[in-house]
């Protein structure tokens, strides 16, 4: 992406600096939970659902997942809470 100002894009500002952030997330996000899971052997899921039984959600609870990235962290918890309950994820 090149910059109004011949500087590297990650110290551009203001618009110019979301431009370039909303363009590098379209770029990672569509293979970004491939490759997680297979730089740490699958494991994520794994600590996921540990951390599910970690926090004790039951049928109908709510939870929210602060910076979700992809969401993937998003199914499990809602598995946890079951149709009555409500997850929301916030990136």
């Given at each position: 992406m090149a910059t109004k100002t011949d500087e590297a894009p990650w110290l551009s500002q203001g618009e110019e600096k979301r431009a370039f952030v909303r363009e590098m997330f379209a770029d990672v996000a569509p293979s970004y939970d491939r490759i997680n899971?297979?730089?740490c052997l699958r494991l994520h899921h794994k600590w996921r659902?540990?951390?599910v039984d970690a926090i004790q959600l039951n049928q109908g609870d709510a939870a929210l997942d602060v910076c979700c990235g992809t969401g993937d962290f998003?199914?499990?918890l809602t598995?946890?809470?079951g149709k009555t309950g409500r997850i929301v994820g916030l990136d």
């Open positions: 899971s297979v730089m659902r540990m951390a998003l199914a499990p598995r946890a809470v």
